[in-house]
């Protein structure tokens, strides 16, 4: 594997436009070593051990466009890598010459890092007010993106883990918590592809809290193929704290037959099926009162007009009854 040292950063210079500074994959890989120091347009990085930068893009961006963002107070500055770097010991220093604040006092700016996917990592370090820059030292922490907020900005939440398996045809997703300081809720995400988000739920918080404290959601309808889950931590004053990303896989042999809600209230009867099938619905004495073909995935029975009373509910060899009221 051809190796660029920063001793030759010269020749990678060319990598560099639009405000961006790019590394190619294996063949081209960028290597800061140890005690060297790697300037990038107001960004510092000096590791105290060798550090690869390999197929990733480092973008600063003089805006408030963090996806998902820190919170609304932020200065309008943030640098971010197109791949989670490995993990970073070293120093880190942020030039905010420049920038804009947004009303944020200079004394009161801190350092906060986003590794991945996970939540943001608040630090402590002070700036140094007379060149414009804050600077702080890091252990093991990947690095994806970075900016400047306010110190007075507490994150509401500390994580602890966040977890996903399947049973039985489901996703029960778990998580903990170490603190929470004036928490909402938890608003719970899925996507099939990483990329598109839906809420799919929402699970009250313990709203203020020194110790652990541990929560459940069962996602009942996950879709054959992989499943991505997030959280989004709602505080009661607006702010947002978010986890990393988790996943599972099921197989079509996995996705059962499932019925929703039940009993009927409204006429509606959800049905998530593994495959398109015809679906039939028989009353308590064994009467055919429904037929009809339904794609897989999860469809909408119309039930409204049926007595109230059990009914089984039959797709291919499956069979589960249910009760309209």
Do not use: C
């Amino acid at each position: 594997m051809k190796k660029l040292l920063l001793s030759s950063a010269i020749a990678s210079m060319a990598l560099v436009s639009h405000g961006q500074f790019s590394v190619g994959s294996d063949a081209n890989s960028f290597v800061v070593k140890s005690g060297e120091i790697f300037h990038y347009d107001g960004l510092t990085l000096t590791p105290s051990s060798d550090l690869a930068l390999t197929s990733t893009t480092l973008t600063k961006t003089d805006a408030k466009t963090i996806t998902p963002a820190l919170n609304n107070n932020y200065i309008s500055r943030y640098f971010s890598f197109s791949n989670t770097t490995p993990a970073f010991t070293g120093t880190v220093r942020f030039s905010y010459l420049g920038a804009s604040l947004n009303g944020i006092s200079e004394s009161a700016l801190r350092m906060y890092i986003r590794p991945g996917t996970s939540t943001w990592i608040a630090r402590t370090d002070a700036p140094d007010q007379v060149n414009d820059y804050v600077e702080s030292t890091l252990s093991s922490i990947t690095l994806n993106t970075l900016t400047l907020s306010d110190a007075s900005f507490t994150l509401p939440v500390t994580w602890l883990r966040f977890t996903a398996v399947k049973k039985q045809g489901t996703s029960v997703l778990n998580w903990s918590t170490a603190s929470e300081l004036n928490t909402q809720d938890f608003l719970v995400q899925h996507s099939t592809n990483n990329s598109v988000w839906m809420s799919i739920g929402a699970v009250k918080a313990a709203g203020n809290a020194n110790t652990q404290s541990d929560y459940t959601y069962v996602h009942q309808t996950p879709s054959a193929g992989i499943n991505y889950y997030r959280l989004i931590q709602r505080d009661l004053d607006g702010k947002l704290s978010y986890s990393k990303v988790v996943s599972v896989q099921l197989d079509k042999s996995d996705i059962k037959l499932q019925a929703f809600p039940n009993p009927v209230l409204d006429g509606k009867l959800n049905v998530l099926l593994k495959e398109a099938t015809l679906v039939r619905l028989f009353d308590a004495s064994g009467k055919q009162v429904l037929s009809q073909q339904l794609n897989a995935g999860l469809q909408v029975l119309q039930v409204k007009g049926l007595p109230g009373g059990v009914y089984y509910l039959q797709a291919g060899s499956e069979a589960i009854s249910i009760v309209i009221k």
